[in-house]
């Protein structure tokens, strides 16, 4: 091989481990930017439902929301049906940065009869719905 296809050879493999390095980097920043966006909202972590007597239901919702700050904090969960009806809504006034994971109740939540199961969604007060969901099954009189 002469001098002028060495450094030839030489150059395109430098050329190569620097694009590639390049790649890798992007590929962390990505993964590492999806990382935080899935720490914006708030996780549902938990449900228990009770039926009342009268046939609404009390839920009890456990939230976590780890990057709670006076400006940034789950500020809500609600109950929704599976067709998007909102059944329930708990409003949440202030962060929890000292209680995580927190469990917070709504009790007298009609429901009609009809819906078998419902969702239990959080909100994040900048960032809107979103997170981790839990559906449940609705105890039956039956």
Not at 5 to 11: E, Q
Not at 103 to 111: C, G, H
Not at 118 to 123: A, H, Q, S, Y
Request: with cysteine; charged share 25%.
């Amino acid at each position: 091989m002469g001098r002028p296809t060495l450094i030839a050879v030489l150059l395109m493999t430098g050329l190569v481990s620097i694009a590639c390095a390049q790649g890798n980097e992007e590929q962390q920043s990505s993964t590492t930017e999806e990382s935080q966006e899935a720490g914006i909202y708030p996780d549902v972590i938990a449900v228990e439902t009770e039926r009342n007597a009268d046939g609404s239901y009390r839920f009890d919702v456990t939230i976590s929301s780890p990057y709670d700050s006076p400006e940034r904090y789950a500020d809500a969960w609600r109950v929704v049906g599976p067709d998007g009806t909102e059944y329930g809504l708990r409003v949440l006034v202030h962060d929890h940065a000292t209680e995580q994971p927190f469990t917070r109740s709504l009790d007298s939540v009609d429901i009609p009869d009809d819906v078998t199961s419902v969702t239990v969604e959080g909100r994040d007060l900048v960032n809107g719905w979103g997170g981790k969901t839990i559906e449940v099954e609705l105890q039956t009189d039956s």
